[in-house]
């Protein structure tokens, strides 16, 4: 048994929509149901005396699995269907419930009035453990059978959001076990067009959530699956950077050997000795080999935990270099996106450091679609407006300075007598 809660704002593509042609209505209860237009002219007229509300349709889908087909008679449907709503607290209000014969796991519909009999509004937020709770209630009581795993669902009859979910859950599982950091998850996500959004603890800029979106349609990590709550993935991060030592040591231990081999054979020759060289460091945390070549070719990383010069709070936030390479900007979000500044829509790494006062290459939308490369800069940090030009004005800078340093000198006269 699976249910899921939808907040709709139609009556009448709800409604059409459950109402198709293997339909079987069940029950109906404050509605006319000699028609599928009375159904939606009787929610309508209830609706309608809490206009303010955006959505008051409530879509509750219920699916059963075929190992309880032979249950599944209609009066079982209905108690399973009345239980439901009143454990998560959707009573005195308008409802049918309807069956579905279109597919081999039977399932129904419940179609409910969030604005009830006496006009006060069925709140269904935060309802998702809820719903989890209320279902394994039921299956236990009834010795229904549970499911077998997200793997077994076929995601070609699914729709949205279900759809969007599934999609969601496959791309994480496929890329996981190959990410350390919450960055390395967020970019290997690009290529399936997820987007991720990371929640903040106000004081300490810590990670404490996680939310995906595909499609425009959204789910917190926990609501895919509990696996892919932050603290979970965290869990995994921590793992495969364990994973990603042994076989470091285990690829350090057999170069050992393979030197040692190769000093035996080469005995005469002089081996120059290796420098170990720490990796860079940036307020306080010691950067991944892999972190730290990403950041070097100007690519974008995101560092946890690390120590705020001024206050000594630790904070979180993606990090990355100006053009020179010779500085370090860091950004709440994600730098590689884009934001309106002066004319152009540009990215936020590009804003911010016009903002501390670099000479950057700007990556800016331009018409038609594609992208444009101008230089953009301030003559002083406190300037309103950058300045511009399409190419590289330190070279000209550069060029002057060099004209400055040529002594033309001068010839002395002889005085005359």
Same mark, same amino acid.
């Given at each position: 048994?699976?249910?899921?809660?939808?907040?709709?704002?139609?009556?009448?593509?709800?409604?059409?929509?459950?109402?198709?042609?293997?339909?079987?209505?069940?029950?109906?209860?404050?509605v006319?149901?000699?028609?599928?237009?009375?159904?939606?002219?009787?929610?309508?007229?209830?609706?309608?005396?809490?206009?303010?509300?955006?959505?008051?349709?409530?879509?509750?889908?219920?699916?059963?699995?075929?190992?309880?087909?032979?249950?599944?008679?209609?009066?079982?449907?209905?108690?399973?269907?009345?239980?439901?709503?009143?454990?998560?607290?959707?009573?005195?209000?308008?409802?049918?419930?309807?069956?579905?014969?279109?597919t081999?796991?039977?399932?129904?519909?419940?179609?409910?009035?969030?604005?009830?009999?006496?006009?006060?509004?069925?709140?269904?937020?935060?309802?998702?453990?809820?719903?989890?709770?209320?279902?394994?209630?039921?299956?236990?009581?009834?010795?229904?059978?549970?499911?077998?795993?997200?793997?077994?669902?076929?995601?070609?009859?699914?729709?949205?959001?279900?759809?969007v979910?599934?999609?969601?859950?496959?791309?994480?599982?496929a890329?996981?076990?190959?990410?350390?950091?919450?960055?390395?998850?967020?970019?290997a996500?690009?290529?399936?067009?997820?987007?991720?959004?990371?929640?903040?603890?106000?004081?300490?800029?810590?990670?404490?959530?996680?939310?995906?979106?595909?499609?425009?349609?959204?789910?917190?990590?926990?609501?895919i699956?509990? *696996? #892919? !709550?932050?603290?979970?993935?965290?869990?995994?991060?921590?793992? &495969? @950077?364990?994973e990603?030592? +042994?076989?470091?040591? $285990?690829?350090?231990?057999?170069?050992?050997a393979?030197?040692?081999?190769?000093?035996?054979?080469?005995?005469?020759?002089?081996?120059?000795?290796?420098?170990?060289?720490?990796?860079?460091?940036?307020?306080?945390?010691?950067?991944?080999?892999?972190?730290?070549?990403?950041?070097?070719?100007?690519?974008?990383?995101?560092?946890?935990?690390?120590?705020?010069?001024?206050?000594?709070? *630790? #904070? !979180?936030?993606?990090?990355?270099t100006?053009?020179?390479?010779? &500085? @370090?900007?860091?950004?709440? +979000?994600?730098?590689? $996106?884009?934001?309106?500044?002066?004319?152009?829509?540009?990215?936020?790494?590009?804003?911010?450091?016009?903002?501390?006062g670099?000479?950057?290459?700007?990556?800016?939308?331009?018409?038609?679609?594609?992208?444009?490369?101008?230089?953009?800069?301030?003559?002083?940090?406190?300037?309103?407006?950058?300045?511009?030009?399409?190419?590289?004005?330190?070279?000209?800078?550069?060029?002057?300075?060099?004209?400055?340093?040529?002594?033309?000198?001068?010839?002395?006269?002889?005085?005359?007598?």
């Amino acid at each position: 048994m699976i249910a899921k809660n939808i907040k709709g704002k139609s009556f009448k593509g709800c409604v059409n929509y459950v109402m198709n042609d293997t339909a079987e209505l069940l029950e109906a209860d404050g509605v006319w149901a000699d028609s599928t237009k009375d159904m939606i002219r009787s929610f309508a007229m209830q609706r309608s005396g809490r206009k303010e509300i955006k959505q008051p349709v409530g879509h509750i889908p219920i699916s059963f699995s075929p190992e309880d087909k032979h249950r599944m008679t209609n009066d079982f449907m209905v108690q399973l269907a009345k239980e439901y709503m009143q454990e998560m607290g959707i009573k005195n209000t308008q409802y049918v419930i309807v069956r579905h014969h279109n597919t081999d796991n039977d399932h129904l519909h419940i179609v409910y009035n969030r604005i009830d009999n006496d006009l006060k509004l069925i709140s269904v937020n935060h309802d998702y453990k809820r719903n989890i709770k209320t279902c394994k209630r039921l299956k236990d009581k009834y010795n229904l059978t549970y499911g077998k795993g997200k793997e077994n669902v076929k995601r070609e009859k699914l729709d949205n959001p279900d759809k969007v979910r599934y999609y969601i859950h496959d791309a994480i599982k496929a890329v996981l076990p190959t990410c350390k950091h919450p960055a390395d998850l967020r970019f290997a996500l690009q290529k399936f067009n997820i987007e991720i959004d990371y929640k903040f603890k106000r004081t300490t800029r810590e990670i404490e959530g996680v939310s995906f979106r595909y499609d425009n349609i959204a789910f917190k990590g926990s609501e895919i699956d509990r *696996k #892919f !709550s932050f603290g979970n993935l965290k869990k995994e991060f921590e793992k &495969n @950077i364990e994973e990603a030592k +042994k076989r470091g040591r $285990e690829e350090f231990l057999r170069e050992q050997a393979e030197q040692k081999a190769k000093k035996e054979v080469q005995k005469k020759t002089e081996i120059q000795p290796i420098s170990v060289k720490r990796n860079l460091v940036i307020l306080g945390v010691e950067l991944s080999a892999e972190q730290e070549k990403i950041l070097r070719e100007g690519g974008i990383i995101f560092v946890e935990n690390m120590i705020h010069p001024n206050d000594n709070t *630790k #904070f !979180s936030a993606y990090a990355f270099t100006n053009d020179d390479k010779n &500085n @370090i900007s860091f950004s709440n +979000k994600n730098p590689a $996106e884009f934001v309106k500044y002066g004319k152009y829509e540009m990215r936020i790494r590009d804003k911010i450091l016009i903002e501390k006062g670099f000479v950057t290459k700007a990556k800016v939308k331009w018409y038609g679609g594609g992208f444009a490369y101008p230089y953009l800069w301030k003559e002083k940090k406190s300037d309103v407006e950058y300045m511009e030009n399409w190419g590289d004005p330190r070279v000209k800078k550069e060029k002057k300075e060099e004209k400055k340093q040529i002594i033309i000198p001068k010839i002395n006269k002889k005085p005359k007598l």
